[in-house]
C-alpha cells in the first residue's frame, strides 16, 4: 500500500509537556484532597485521555466520579494549562519538527494529530506555533469514548479524513503514526497502522520492541525509505 496521511500523538511527539501535565494533575489532585504516589503518573497517565488519567487516579482512591465532577475537574486542568503555555516564552516543540513536517508536505502527504489531550489544549498550541494550518483536522480525547490504548482515535480519522476528501479511500494500512508511548503505539497498530516510535518518554529498546521504525530524533527518519517499505 502507498503511505498516503501521517498521523501524530500531541503531547510527548509535537511539544515536550509532560512534566507539565504532571505538575498540573498533582495540584487538582491536591485540591481535591488527595495525593499522587511516586510515579503514579507515568503509570497511569502516559498515552492515556485526560479524561481517562483523572477517572483512574480518582478511582483508584475510592472516588465516585460523576461527569458533572469529571467536566469541572476537566475545566480547570484545561484552564491551568492554558496559564502556563501563556507563560512561557518560547514553547517546547521538539527539535527537528517543523523539518519533518515539511518533508512530510513536500511528499505530498496529509496530516492529523490523534491525541488525547484535549482539543482547547492543542489548538492553543498549534495557533501559538503558528502550525494550525498543516493539520487536516484534530482527533482529540474529546471526540472518543476509549482512550489509547483503544484504537478508536486512529480509526476515527482515517472515517474522518475520507469524509472530508470523497474518493479518497483511505485505509489504515496507508497511515504512518508518530507515537512516543506504548499505549499509543498499541492503539495504532491495533487499528492496522504501521507505527514510527519517537524515543522522547520511553528508551530506544522499549519503543523499539513496539514501533515499525524507532528514531531518537526526527531528523533520524529517512521518509523516503518509509514510503518504499509502505509499498
Known sequence: MTLKAVFFDFNGVIIHDEQMHEQIIDKLMLE????LKRGEFRAVCLGKSDRACIVELLSRRGRFVTEVYLQRLLRSKAQAYQARIDSLETLPIYSGLAEFIAKIRAAGLKMAIVSGAMRSDIESVLNLAGWTENFEL??????VK????????YLLAVELMNQKYPGWN????????????????????????QVLGVTHTYPFHMIQRQANWTVDFFADLELERVQELCM
Open 170 to 193: 483511505l485505509e489504515p494500512g496507508e497511515c504512518l503514526a508518530v507515537e512516543n508511548t506504548l499505549a499509543g503505539i498499541e492503539a495504532a497498530k491495533t487499528a492496522g497502522i
Open 32 to 35: 481535591e484532597n488527595l495525593q
Open 146 to 153: 476509549a482512550s489509547k490504548p483503544a484504537p478508536e482515535g
Open 138 to 143: 484534530i482527533v482529540t480525547g474529546d471526540d
